[in-house]
């Protein structure tokens, strides 16, 4: 199911010449926010990331891999100041390295004081498939060595070896 919504999302980027441009449009500002000079002169970063500007996040993300799967998408971008970022390999991975990291800092400033635990952790789920099922291997581990050597069936000889043991392991 989901191979063919963005197999679709592909053709409208792909056929649709104006939202292609529009969309290209808003990665590059999102990535790369342009300059503007308030009333004072000063310059300031001009907000490219707001909920008026990119509706939805998870959407937006969609659609800018959608047209990365797109086969010689570099020959559809008409900007050639855009079609410089996405060509340049070096330029496209910071690209992509800013809108990852500005998207999970959108994703998380929008639901700030709402349900922020869950948010982290479905951006934890998305970026580390799994990471659960290590951190219960961690803590298991962790239980298990404490309690061997908190366990207070053995003679202090014995629980002092261990923690010297464990002590020299530390200091290495």
Do not use: W
Request: charged share 35%; glycine share 2%.
């Amino acid at each position: 199911m989901l191979a063919y919504i963005k197999e679709t999302c592909a053709k409208i980027i792909e056929t649709s010449g104006t939202f292609r441009a529009d969309l290209i449009s808003k990665i590059v500002r999102f990535a790369f926010p342009p300059l503007e000079k308030d009333s004072e002169g000063k310059e300031k970063r001009v907000s490219t990331r707001t909920q008026d500007v990119v509706k939805s996040i998870p959407v937006f993300v969609a659609q800018f891999l959608a047209l990365l799967d797109i086969n010689n998408f570099t020959g559809l971008i008409e900007n050639e100041e855009h079609q410089k970022l996405f060509v340049d390999p070096q330029q496209l991975h910071e690209m992509k390295r800013r809108v990852i990291r500005s998207a999970a800092e959108e994703i998380l400033r929008r639901h700030v004081n709402r349900d922020g635990e869950q948010v982290v952790a479905k951006v934890t789920d998305y970026l580390y498939e799994g990471h659960q099922a290590f951190i219960d291997k961690v803590f298991a581990r962790r239980e298990v060595e404490i309690n061997e050597l908190t366990n207070p069936k053995e003679d202090a000889a014995d629980a002092f070896t261990k923690y010297e043991k464990l002590a020299f392991e530390l200091k290495e």
